[in-house]
Structure formats: structure tokens, C-alpha cells
């Protein structure tokens, strides 16, 4: 009896292994989405954070589901994004980041802006937002490498929007410091990297004034390239920061 029910059993799980190999057949997704968030105001790429942390492109598939779960593509540092594993299909996509929404509603949770696209994803299928961001901000002239070893750096900030609605208070400004080209907010040697944290509205004064920060710690360890941007925030949401793009300075 004990190996009758024991060739049952294998049976099953055999029977059951096949029909999950049925159902996993599929082709892997290949089909490809590019594109670009740009600056409206510079009609420059958005610089932003390389991964989770700064742009995220959302897509909703609405081809096979009127209720279907958002997927989010992570923008690279330069603002661009490239995804070459999504299924073809009809979708809802926008961006979310450090910029006027482009999806707003009202407390009644009504849609009052919409500036998403809907597209058929086949092949490689191409698609740029153009956004207000919360702040711009400029490098002023080039970083210098001091004779103590240090680097100094200038830089001014403005507002990118002209929206009362999201001209919050700015929390804080960094030098972001890196030995690799990679910089930012998740990606910065703290040795280095000096920051100004501002109270309420105190940094309203410094838009659109020269700011100059130098690297803390004493002397950059020498014989290396040093990558530097420049990162600040509003109060705004999940207070993603703006950039400057990233300026290069090699310490002999």
C-alpha cells in the first residue's frame, strides 16, 4: 500500500512540475523604452541621482487590466533612462522627481493636471517629459584645487518655477564629493563633502547669490581624480534633490 501511495505522490508532483513549466513558457519581455526628463527652462537633460533616490519613470499597462500595479523605472545620473526588459503593450507613463508633478489632484483626490502619455510599447519606443524643476542650480566658473590640498567651489541656486504651490522652503545645499563619477546624495565620501542645513525660509535670501563651500577634512589624499556636484532641496514631498551636472578635478 505504502508504494502504491508513494507512486501517486511522485505522480503528482510530476503532473504538477509539468504544467508549471507550461504556464513559466513564455518569451522573456525584449521590448525597449528610452528617453529623456528635460529641463524646460534650459531644454537641458534633468541631472538627478544614478538609481533609487532621484527620477523614476512610472509606467502603467493598461492593456490587459483597468486596475493594473505601477511599474518604476529608475532615470540615470544624466536624466536619461533606457529599459530593455518590458513586455509590449499599451501604457500610462509618466515621471516623478524633483519637479512640479505631472500628475496633480485636488483634496478630493480629482485629477486636475495630467501631463502623462499613453503609448504602445513595441520595439523600441522612445519618450521625453518636460518638466519645471524645483530648483536650478549653476556652478559658478570651475572648482579650484587650493594650495592645502583642499577644493573650493561656487555655485548659485535659483527657483526653476514660477508655481507658488512648489516654492517651499530649501532645507539644505551639499558639495557632493566622490572618487568615482557616481555622485550624489546616495553615492558621496562624508570626509569631504561639506553641507549648509538652512532653517524656514532662511535660505530664501541666497537664491540666485554666489555660494562658495570648500571641502572639509584638510587635504584630499593625492594621485587621484575627485568628481564634485553640487545638490540642494526643497521642502517639497520626498524632498528629491536638483544638481548641478558633475565637474572633474584631478589632485597631483
Known amino acids: 500500500m505504502k508504494k502504491i501511495f508513494y507512486m501517486i505522490a511522485i ?17 522573456d519581455p525584449t521590448e525597449t523604452l528610452t528617453g ?44 536619461t ?5 518590458l ?16 500628475v496633480q489632484t485636488d483634496a478630493s483626490g480629482a485629477t486636475i493636471v495630467d501631463k502623462s502619455q499613453t503609448v504602445d510599447i513595441k520595439g523600441t519606443t522612445n519618450v521625453n517629459f518636460s518638466v519645471d524643476p524645483f530648483l536650478r542650480i549653476e556652478w559658478i566658473g570651475e572648482p579650484v584645487l587650493n594650495a592645502d590640498g583642499t577644493i573650493t567651489a561656487s555655485f548659485k541656486f535659483t527657483r526653476g518655477t514660477t508655481d507658488p504651490n512648489f516654492q517651499q522652503d530649501i532645507t539644505d545645499v551639499h558639495l557632493f564629493v566622490n572618487s568615482n563619477k557616481f555622485v550624489g546624495n546616495n553615492n558621496f565620501d562624508n570626509r569631504y563633502s561639506p553641507q549648509i542645513d538652512y532653517n524656514g525660509s532662511d535660505a530664501n535670501a541666497q537664491v540666485g547669490q554666489t555660494i562658495t563651500l570648500t571641502t572639509k577634512g584638510g587635504p584630499l ?21 536638483n544638481y548641478t551636472d558633475v565637474k572633474t578635478v584631478t589632485v597631483p
Open 81 to 85: 533612462f533606457n529599459y530593455t526588459k
Open 221 to 241: 589624499p593625492t594621485k587621484r581624480e575627485y568628481f564634485l556636484r553640487v545638490g540642494a532641496r526643497t521642502n517639497y514631498g520626498l524632498k528629491y534633490y
Open 11 to 27: 505522480c503528482i508532483v510530476a503532473v504538477a512540475g509539468s504544467s508549471c513549466s507550461k504556464l513559466d513558457n513564455y518569451p
Open 36 to 79: 529623456s526628463v528635460i529641463d524646460a527652462g534650459t531644454n537641458k537633460t534633468l541631472q538627478t541621482e544614478n538609481g533609487g533616490g532621484g527620477t523614476r519613470i512610472k509606467l502603467i499597462e493598461i492593456s490587459w487590466s483597468d486596475n493594473p500595479t505601477p511599474f518604476y523605472i529608475s532615470s540615470m545620473q544624466d536624466g
Open 87 to 102: 513586455f509590449a503593450g499599451k501604457n500610462v507613463i509618466s515621471a516623478e522627481g524633483a519637479f512640479v508633478p505631472l
